[in-house]
């Protein structure tokens, strides 16, 4: 067997499968690695004409300045219940959708109904927003629209700071809870379907099936994708709030990313902005390597019942 | 025996049934509604008046105007682009990379898999100012080869790539090694070929992605002719609704404005949406060959 190792490893071209990897080092040492080293600039004031060799040192003073600001409270509560909006409704949005889907016995209007959940993932996040502002628009939004059929005053949706955290998530579910369903439906294919025949034989009925076949079966899959939801809870992206987000409701809508693209790419504060980043970055690097940790335990252990 | 009674049955299946036609419903819904207005007639629009299907006279006034409106061409032109090239960039160096990573015996194996898997568990957040940094130090602000090559790969469609390439049958590689072949063509001739269908799949996840991407192009690129639809979408249908930016050149203003934002909307997502039923096989796969694998 060794012997046999030998002779293969002896056979591969060591120098080719190197020349190959020679564009794959490139870009990631410039676009991964040299922006990982730049984040030193946290510890400098900045200033592009000195560069990060010229530039003189302040240690923590960017840290301390965003510690001590009333935006650290305020996007750190934002980025916070975003996250727990989305693990509170987002998560469990998928699941449902693809119990539904399992439920359905027809084979075309199963796979009808799927094609059509999954499709808005498929659209940019732009055109969500941009649908999702007309349709809230009070004075020619549809939504509006119906309410005032209904006797209902028209309301600002996107003028008022209590409806951004419920528009947000509603948006995400709406958008991306077909493609999350797929992982749950694999799951659920996966169930043998004698327990089904022998649940249906005892009597059982759709609910029991549910709660003593159905769920059993796709729970350490819940499990593991909660675990690394919650391992994401804080990295939400900034492409998505950006495009909802005004001056007016900044006080709900402004997050850890954002803010770092408004001080950063907008005021060109670099060194501030990078700071605040380098923090996100730091929680959310604790944050993801616990929840994959857990979930590869949980995954060994899964395989083992 | 005390089977589940018929009457039970069917109301459970009805229940799911009506559940999932509603779910449609709210999913199709601004589409339905996006459509109607885009091709109603802009007074109905304006006065709220459409809500599910088209009112007034059909009118095409919107697509008229858009049709005429060169950043719309150019956006579109721009998109298609950075889509092919961009997918064709990242479908390259996801090759390379896996390719080598996947060969038994290849001596870099531990080195190569940490400096790519690394890069996985850094946050975009905190790479957002200094990756700007970089791309303007390489004097690549403004260039289209910044959209093409700053995102060339992501690490795990390298990872999903590398394990598909790991299950073909080795002795496949020692003959053609024994027959003369070097890496280079046991790559071109062997592998490649063999690999269409995750190629496919890897390549439209990335394609999806190219097409809808906005963020980085409004950063690095300030020369409106360079900008991709959805950038030229943005300022058209979001910052206009938020009051904040008025597009001069399209000379909107009256009630034509309205319909114009909904036109915009229906011509950016055509192109995905005739597609799409092509080419949501792949994508299913996709999905859980991810994460089931994971």
Known sequence: MTRNKLKKKSLINQKELWIMLIPVLLYFVLFKYLPMGGVIIAFQRYSPFRGVAGSPWVGFEYFRQFFSSIYFGRVLRNTLMIGLFDLAFGFPAPIILALLLNGIGNKTFKKATQTVTLLPHFVSYVVVAGIALNMLSPSTGVINAFRMKLGLDSIYFMQESKYFWGIFTSLRIIKESGFAAIIYLAALSAIDPTLYEAARCDGASRPQQLRHVTLPGIIPTIVIMFIIKVGKIISISFEQVLLLQNDVILDTSEVISTLVYRRGLVNADYSYATAVGLFETFVALVLVLSSNAIARRMKSESSLW | ?294
């Not at chain 2, 009805?14 to 802009?42: E, G, H, K, R």
């Not at chain 2, 002795?171 to 090694?177: G, K, N, P, S, V």
């Open chain 2, 1 to 294: 025996m005390n089977r589940p009674s018929g009457k039970m049955e069917l109301f459970w299946s009805t229940l799911v049934a009506a559940a999932v036609i509603l779910i449609c419903a709210v999913m199709l819904y601004p589409f339905l509604f996006t459509i109607s207005a885009s091709i109603s007639d802009p007074d109905m629009v304006i006065r709220n008046q459409v809500t599910f299907f088209p009112k007034g006279p059909l009118s095409f006034e919107g697509y008229k105007i858009l049709f005429k409106n060169e950043r719309i061409w150019q956006g579109y032109a721009n998109t298609i682009f950075y889509t092919l090239f961009g997918t064709g960039v990242n479908l390259a160096i996801t090759v390379l990379a896996a390719y080598p990573m996947s060969r038994r015996g290849f001596n870099g194996y531990k080195f190569i898999n940490i400096f790519i898997s690394l890069t996985m568990f850094i946050s975009a957040t905190g790479m957002m100012i200094p990756l700007f940094l970089v791309v303007r130090g390489l004097n690549l602000l403004d260039t289209r080869l910044a959209i093409l090559i700053v995102f060339a790969a992501f690490p795990y469609y390298i990872i999903l790539l590398r394990s598909f390439f790991q299950q073909m049958p080795e002795e496949m590689f020692e003959a053609a090694r024994l027959d003369g072949a070097n890496e280079f063509t046991i790559l071109l001739k062997i592998v490649l070929p063999l690999s269409g269908a995750a190629l496919a799949t890897i390549g439209l996840y990335y394609g999806i992605n190219r097409w809808n991407g906005y963020f980085w192009a409004m950063i690095f690129l300030r020369d409106e002719t360079k900008h991709p639809l959805q950038v030229v979408l943005r300022e058209l249908i979001v910052l206009a609704s938020m009051g904040e930016e008025m597009d001069a050149s399209l000379n909107r203003g009256g009630s034509n404005a309205e319909v114009i934002k909904y036109g915009a909307i229906v011509l950016a997502t055509l192109p995905i949406a005739v597609i799409y039923p092509f080419i949501q096989k792949y994508f299913v796969k996709g999905a859980t060959l991810g994460s089931v694998k994971g």
